[in-house]
């Protein structure tokens, strides 16, 4: 399948800093970039979706201006997670897809963010 | 509005056959997916159905029933290493006209010797 890579694998940042991770497709144009966070024990919960070249379209109770969401090319898409707090401790994952047959998204290695 | 319910766990022993149910309500069905994922990993994929019926992919099957709402995840001759979580998602085509996956909250499978 088509290879994802997330960076960094882990970050651990001090409260009020602002983290960026970030998404690239290694070996096809990922029109479509999704950005998913996960609590322990829990599922992958849908933060947003970027599409190359628009802005992002965020999922409701998802703050647009706490997570800034660029997807300026093809192969990259960036999560900038602003004025961290505890809370926003968490598992960020990415998954990619190419536009028309692409019957699947497919998914970095994970971001895990520790705000201390 | 969207909801996607699969059992939150399940034992099962080496060498068995373990199946996985799905429920799900979704405005703009387009697809079921079943995901793999093993503690602090991403997902990875196992299967895909867009039709109903049975996809068979060497020990793993996945069925779905649209009518129904339902799919189910089939493992045959399990092995230590199918210990995970086993994610069912829906894909969804939102109110922007675009796809998008919603997950359920994943099934933990104990794989026994």
């Known amino acids: 399948g088509a290879v994802v890579s997330q960076h960094p694998s882990w970050v651990i940042c001090k409260s009020g800093t602002s983290v960026k991770i970030e998404c690239r497709s290694l070996?096809?144009?990922?029109?479509?970039m999704f950005w998913y966070r996960q609590f322990p024990k829990q599922s992958l919960m849908l933060m947003a979706t970027?599409?190359?070249?628009?802005?992002?379209?965020?999922e409701q109770g998802v703050e647009k201006d706490k997570f800034l969401i660029n997807h300026a090319s093809l192969t990259l898409s960036t999560l900038t997670v602003t004025s961290a707090h505890p809370e926003d401790s968490s598992f960020y994952i990415c998954?990619?897809?190419?536009?028309?047959?692409?019957?699947?998204?497919?998914f970095g290695q994970g971001t895990r963010l520790t705000v201390v | 509005g969207q909801n996607i319910d699969q059992p939150t766990e399940m034992t099962a022993t080496e060498g068995a056959i373990v199946q996985i149910n799905c429920t799900y309500q979704t405005s703009g069905f387009n697809g079921l997916f079943w995901y793999q994922q093993h503690a602090g990993e991403a997902p990875t994929f196992l299967s895909y159905n867009v039709l109903d019926g049975l996809e068979e992919k060497g020990r793993f099957s996945s069925f779905l029933s649209r009518s129904k709402g339902y799919s189910y995840l089939l493992l045959k001759e399990l092995q230590m290493k199918d210990s995970a979580s086993y994610l069912c998602a829906v894909r969804d085509r939102g109110a922007g006209g675009y796809n998008k996956l919603i997950f359920g909250a994943g099934t933990r499978l104990a794989v026994h010797p």
């Open positions: 070996d096809f144009q990922a029109t479509t």
């Open positions: 998954s990619a897809k190419s536009h028309g047959t692409a019957t699947e998204a497919f």
């Open positions: 970027s599409n190359e070249g628009s802005k992002a379209t965020y």
